[in-house]
């Protein structure tokens, strides 16, 4: 459906129908017409694939709502010109952990993310030539066969990507300290791996042998000092 009809239709919608469709995956609600309005339930399965040009902001920004309506204008455009980057905004007040991800520290900011990763951050004049010549420099105006697949991770990994990463170290040491023991075993003192074993055997009942004739030895003196 075009923007305009789609809006009057979800306005017939009753809101927990509209609730559940901006919490479903993939959903993006446009807002200002052309513009996708980007949330923490559905920002991460957009921005992963094609090119985003997204504005972080916050309503009480005085810079934020002197943009909005130049960024409306943005949108517009690229649609009119079918450019292959979409043109997006955050309220950074709703969803605040992915302004915290994207490493958002004033508003507005505007980001180029392209399939889920930071190209960019803008930082020209706030006018559609300027945002046009700087998405063209990044490569967000080609085709996505063509443009260069560079950038750096949204700062912020994952719980899942961190408890990974401890349980690779974990297990690196674990083994490495298994591949010492099993080689200290079969090497010292003899080159038999079962003499080994019987040696390292006996010698650890040895010393369990002298742990308790020691105890038992000063337990007698023990009980004697507390008699006198």
Request: aromatic residues 10%; hydrophobic residues 45%.
């Amino acid at each position: 459906l075009p923007a305009a009809p789609m809006k009057r239709a979800m306005a017939l919608w009753p809101l927990p129908v509209l609730a559940l469709l901006v919490s479903l995956p993939g959903f993006a609600v446009a807002e200002k017409e052309n513009i996708v309005k980007l949330t923490k339930f559905n920002f991460d399965d957009n921005v992963k694939r094609g090119s985003w040009f997204v504005k972080f902001y916050a309503p009480w920004c005085t810079h934020c709502q002197r943009l909005a309506p130049i960024w409306e204008k943005l949108a517009d455009q690229a649609v009119g010109k079918d450019w292959p980057v979409k043109i997006a905004d955050v309220d950074c007040t709703v969803s605040k952990t992915i302004c915290e991800k994207a490493g958002i520290k004033a508003f507005p900011t505007l980001a180029l993310i392209t399939d889920g990763m930071l190209k960019g951050k803008y930082h020209g004049d706030a006018s559609l030539p300027s945002f046009q010549e700087w998405l063209n420099s990044q490569g967000a105006l080609q085709d996505a066969s063509s443009a260069a697949q560079q950038g750096v991770p949204l700062a912020g990994s994952t719980l899942e990507e961190e408890r990974d990463a401890a349980q690779a170290t974990v297990a690196t040491h674990t083994e490495a300290m298994r591949a010492v023991l099993l080689n200290m075993v079969a090497r010292f003192p003899t080159q038999s791996m079962v003499v080994n074993m019987y040696f390292y055997f006996g010698t650890g009942l040895l010393v369990l042998i002298v742990f308790y004739l020691v105890a038992f030895e000063m337990l007698p003196e023990e009980d004697h000092d507390k008699e006198s």
